[in-house]
Structure formats: C-alpha cells, structure tokens
C-alpha cells in the first residue's frame, strides 16, 4: 500500500467517524426540539397533533378551522393546528387546493414506508420527506457503491460502503429533521413483511426484482394497504397504483394487486436488471418522483379504508345513502403509466382491469394466506425462478484469463496452433457500446444480441440451411478458419452461450477448430491481468 | 398494395415497449396492414395479429420470449388452425387502444380498422 493509498483509507475512516457523529447529533437535537414541542404544548393545555398520533378522519373540527382558543392566564391565546415553522416550510404547498391544511394535516399523521433505497427509493423518500409525511420507514439490506451515484440522489462519494437506509436517512433528515425516520437495515422477507407494513398507511415498491415485487403486493392486499408500484430499465419506466382502495381480499371494488395484473412471472432468462441492461439516472428518477406524487395524492384525499364502504355499496358499487363518499376521495380507476425517455410522446396512460375473480392474491379464493406468508412456505424466489449461473460449457472448453494472458504474450501457444503461438482469433460479445468503452487488443465485435437472433439450422443440419448466412458467421469462417476461437464477455455468461452457438453454427469446422470462452470474462482479466482495464 | 384490395387489408399501429422492441428490429412502432379475413374467412383478431408478427415481422429466432405457446408461431400447420389460443407470455401485457386486453376480449378481439395494438413487456429494474 501506496501513502496515498494510506491517507485515502486513513481519511474515509475519519469521514465516516464524523457522519456517525453528526449522526448523534441531529438525533439529540431532534429530541432536544421534540421534547420542547411537548413541554411548551404542556403547559398551554395544547391538544398535541404530535406524529401520527391522530387519523386524519379524527380531527377535531375546530382544529381543522384553525379557530380553537384557550384561556392562558389573562391572555387569549390562538392555538393553530400547525406549529408555526410548517406554515413556511409547507406554505407553497399549503395554499394549493389539492392539499390545503386537511391536506397538510393528513400528510403529518401519516405513514409510508419505502421498501428499497435504491434508484426510484431515493427520489421518492426525498419528495414525500420534503412534503411533511409525518413518518418514513426505509428497508434495504445494501450498501453504497459508486456505481449507484448516478441515480441514487441520497447518497454521496463520501458515504460509498455505508449502509444505504442510514445514507439516505443522513440525507433526509438534513432535508426535514421534523419527519421520523425508521431504518429497516434488511432485504424485506416474507416471514417480517406484515409486521413492518402493518405500521404504514402507504407502501412504496422501490425494488429491482420479481420476486419482491410479489412479495410486496401479497403483503399489501394481507395488510389492507395502497401499493405504489415503479420499475425503470434504460431509457422506460412503469407506475402502477396498487390496491387501492385497499379492501380485504375477496371484495371487488378493492383495487387489483400485481397479481391481478400479471398472475405469472416472466420467464427468469426475460429479467433484465440494471446491471446489465444500463439505467438512465433522470429515467429511475422521474418514476421515483412519480411514486412519490401518487403517494402524495393517495394521502392528501385521504386513504379510503374498509369502514369507508357499507355493505351497501360493496354489493351494488354504489356509494351508500348516509355516507356518500366525497367524489373526490373515489380511486382512480387502475391504470399503469408508461414512460418512455425517447419517444413522442414519452408518457402513455393505459386502463387496467380491476381485480381478478380468480387472483391467488385479492379474490374470495385467495391461497396467499397471512399464515403462509409468515411461515414462509411461499418461496417468491423459486416462484420467480432463479437464475442459475451459466455452466454451458466443459473445462476443456474454457480458460482463464492467466492462461488467455499467457496466450497473448506468446509464453504458451494458443490451442492447437503450435506452429504460431499468438495466432488466434479473440471475440467479444459484449454489446457495441460496452465494447467502445474498452477492449482488449486485437479483439473483435460481435454483440451476443446478433450471435442470439441468428438461427442455427433448427434442426441440425449445418449445411444445406439458410441461403443467406448472417455476416458475423460468414466472417468467422472466411477467416483464417484453422484459427482457434476466445470468446470474452463482461462477467462470463454471454461467452458460453456465444460459444455453444458458434459450434451450432457449424464454425468448428467439425471440431477441427477450437472454440472456448474466458472464464469470469473481462472482469476477471481486470483483478487478476490487468488492474489498469475500465471496470464499469 | 393496388387499390382493389385496400378493402382486404386492415391498418394497424403495432408498438413494442419495455425491451420486446428488441425482438422486432428494434424498432418501437410498426405501421402495417393486415388480412382482414383470417385463413377461415372469420375477421382478423389479435391471436392472428400475434401469429402474423411471429411470422412476418420477427427476425429474431427467439419466438418464446414474445409469445408463451412458440408452435404458434414456427409451425406452419398451425398457423392453418385459428382456434388455437394465443396466451400472452408471462409479463407481457397486451394493450388495444390503451386498454388491457382483458378489458376487450384478449385474443378474440376483432382488429379494427387503425387500432394500435401496444406489446409491454414489465420492467424490473429500480
Ligand atoms: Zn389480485
């Protein structure tokens, strides 16, 4: 280790010792104050409208008018039903009629929790922090990498390796000491869904898989609550409000859950995350600020429960004689919202049907049960299939980057080419514009993409198929075609199925030729060869 | 096409979004005509708009990732058989008019004259 490679960890540990600190700190002042806020309402015989401690439905009404009055010694003193600092942090969106002061009050007593901390988490939680939500529960089991910074606008470069929920509660609570803050330091698990939502009015989906993604929706129609539900992949992104309004399961005027929508999962091999697939940060961003406005929404109508509909209008879909529900307090019908950065125009709003009669989730015949939900004997994860890393290929069939770097440098021949030991042929399949970040010497480009759309004679007959080979296949064969094959990829992966599809194809020239991959890809030769190698 | 068989023929939009574009030249949105009439005479309707596209306009081999049931799509003899159904493959919504196609009659749906027929696949990432 270099001294600067000293004084770089000798700095981040000092850092990080102070955010731990500054940590302390605001917590103590936030005690400090709320403690303050008590005492002096104590004294004045103020009713507290402390955090959450009141439904929104049970505002005293003269608190809603603002009007109360309340003998303090001689004085008359005017108590308002906001502290005086939430006039001027909320006044621009206080005086907007879709909020107003109900409004405001709603978003004080309520509730929401984000399940993820990530790309579309830190935007929501920002926003919904900054509109005065009385409390915000956040739950994720990862750590800042730089790679997340360009998306997720809660972290920063100095709290790289710290625990995402306390990044972003460093974050918010800087933005808003006055919302409570609730870390959840886990990935969410079925077995403690319900209990954590339990404690919420709204649930925000933030996460990047399918199996959450169910998992989140069950809990939800379990829990009676409102779904939030975004994804983003490069350049789109999907909304959808979930559940809402939030009936128990078997009742038809509730809102759909996910399942409703899509009862299957995708087929593992389809999920593309954003690992691989690449994210545009304002892309995640816009439908995590999206969630956030829903939530908003959701909130500041106030959230319709069960006791809101009698049996009445269950029955017919009709609102009932005595309790009209305000028409403005009615669900939207369910729709998902489609975003899409590079077409006109970029967002569509397309009508989803409403619950499903048969859905395993929300109907009458439901089988995702509380029980089974807390025991854990439903595996989202095998439901949604993992995906099993890639064992295409035998060893003889591969190498290592040591042995492809000995290649290289001519200390050992490449296969079966004694006579020229450099001579090979090395391909890289990552795709063009991964490729344009970095490559090895020497190397050429063919997209696993195009390798995966060219049909192999379907059904094994090499020769007499398509009359119009693709370009890729004929150039391989044209060249030099006693030349052995690399094949190389960003992880390891796409090159064994590169490979198997390049023997399909018949490049092999019946096993004459040989075509192998390196093992663990470009990744590897970057660990272990060459250090100076881009990682991305 | 001649004049004479602009009766015979439907114009659609056809669009792909959340990845499925990538199937289809990549290329988010397809105008096209399609038969009015299927093979037996019957109106055209979705599951013969998904059969056409498996059969005209997808290049790519990979014919499971847009539709559930792959015989559809590469096995001429079926293509013969309209009373197939078409399922959607899982995670892939089908929109008529930006509607879920639940909503209109799924794979029974007649294709109407400049319908847009919206193929969505889910997005995971976050
Ligand atoms: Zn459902």
């Known amino acids: ?536 | 096409m001649s004049a004479a068989s602009t009766e015979d023929v439907v114009p659609i939009t056809v669009e792909f979004s959340g990845g499925l574009e990538m199937l289809f030249s990549n290329e988010r949105k397809h105008k096209l005509s399609i038969a009015a009439k299927d093979e037996s005479g019957l109106n055209s309707n979705v599951a013969f708009l998904v059969r056409y596209l498996c059969d005209n306009l997808m290049k790519d081999p990979r014919k499971d990732l847009f539709v559930l049931d792959g015989t559809v799509c590469v096995v001429p003899e079926h293509v013969l058989s309209p009373a197939l159904t078409i399922q959607r493959r899982p995670g892939i919504l089908v929109l008529i008019n930006d509607a879920d196609w639940e909503l209109e009659g799924e794979d029974k749906y007649e294709i109407q004259k400049g319908d847009n027929i919206l193929f969505v696949s889910t997005l995971h990432g976050g």
């Open chain 1, 1 to 536: 280790m270099t001294s600067r490679d000293a004084q770089i960890v000798s700095l981040r540990n000092q850092i990080a010792s102070c955010e731990v600190q500054l940590q302390r700190l605001r917590d103590q002042l936030l005690e400090a104050e709320n403690d303050r806020d008590i005492s002096s309402r104590d004294t004045s015989g103020q009713i507290s409208l402390g955090l959450g401690e009141i439904a929104p439905e049970s505002l005293p009404a003269e608190a809603s008018e603002g009007s109360s009055h309340q003998q303090n010694g001689d004085k008359v003193v005017k108590l308002w039903p906001l502290d005086k600092h939430e006039y001027r942090r909320y006044g621009r969106q206080l005086i907007m009629p879709e909020i107003g002061l109900t409004g405001q009050l709603r978003l004080k007593s309520s509730s929401v929790l984000v399940v993820g901390a990530g790309g579309l988490g830190c935007p929501a939680a920002a926003y919904l922090a900054g509109a005065g939500v009385g409390m915000i529960g956040l739950i994720d089991g990862d750590t800042v990498e730089e790679s997340n910074l360009h998306r997720q606008i809660l972290h920063s470069t100095e709290r790289v390796a710290m625990p995402k929920v306390d990044s972003a509660i460093a974050s918010l609570r800087s933005l808003n000491p006055t919302v409570k803050y609730i870390p959840y330091h886990t990935r969410l698990t079925a077995e403690i869904a319900l209990d954590i939502f339990e404690k919420y009015d709204v649930i925000l989906d933030c996460t990047d898989t399918p199996a959450s993604r169910y998992l989140i929706s069950d809990a939800c129609v379990l829990s009676q609550k409102p779904l939030v539900s975004a994804s983003a992949l490069r350049t789109d992104g999907q909304l959808m409000v979930l559940n809402n309004p939030p009936l128990p399961p078997g009742h038809a005027q509730g809102g759909p859950c996910y399942r409703c929508v899509f009862p299957k999962p995708p087929p593992a091999a389809s999920v593309v995350s954003c690992g691989d697939g690449g994210i545009l940060g304002p892309v995640v961003g816009t439908m995590g600020v999206l969630q956030a406005l829903e939530t908003i929404k959701i909130i500041a109508k106030g959230i319709q429960r069960y006791s809101d509909f009698d049996s009445t209008y269950l029955q017919k879909g009709l609102p009932s004689g005595n309790s009209v529900p305000d028409p403005h307090r009615l669900s939207e019908p369910p729709s998902l919202l489609l975003f899409s950065a590079f077409s006109n125009p970029p967002f569509r709003s397309i009508r989803l049907r409403t619950r499903k009669a048969k859905c395993s989730a929300c109907s009458a015949q439901t089988t995702v049960t509380r029980e089974a939900l807390k025991s854990g004997s439903l595996d989202y994860v095998q439901f949604c299939g993992a995906v099993s890393p890639v064992d295409a290929l035998a060893a003889t069939e591969r190498v290592s980057v040591e042995e492809y770097s000995r290649i290289r440098d001519g200390s050992i021949p490449a296969e079966d080419t004694k006579t020229m030991p450099t001579e090979h042929i090395l391909v890289d399949v990552r795709e063009k514009v991964q490729f344009e970040l970095c490559n090895l010497d020497g190397s050429m480009n063919i997209p696993y993409s195009i390798v995966a759309r060219s049909s192999s004679s379907e059904s094994g007959k090499p020769s007499s198929q398509a009359p119009s080979e693709d370009d890729w296949v004929a150039q391989l064969r044209t060249l030099a075609n006693d030349k052995p094959i690399y094949v190389v990829c960003r992880l390891g992966n796409d090159s064994q199925l590169a490979v198997r599809k390049m023997k399909e194809m018949g490049l092999d020239s019946g096993g004459t030729r040989w075509i192998g991959d390196i093992r663990n890809g470009l990744r590897a030769w970057m660990k272990r060869i060459d250090p100076d190698f881009p990682e991305y």
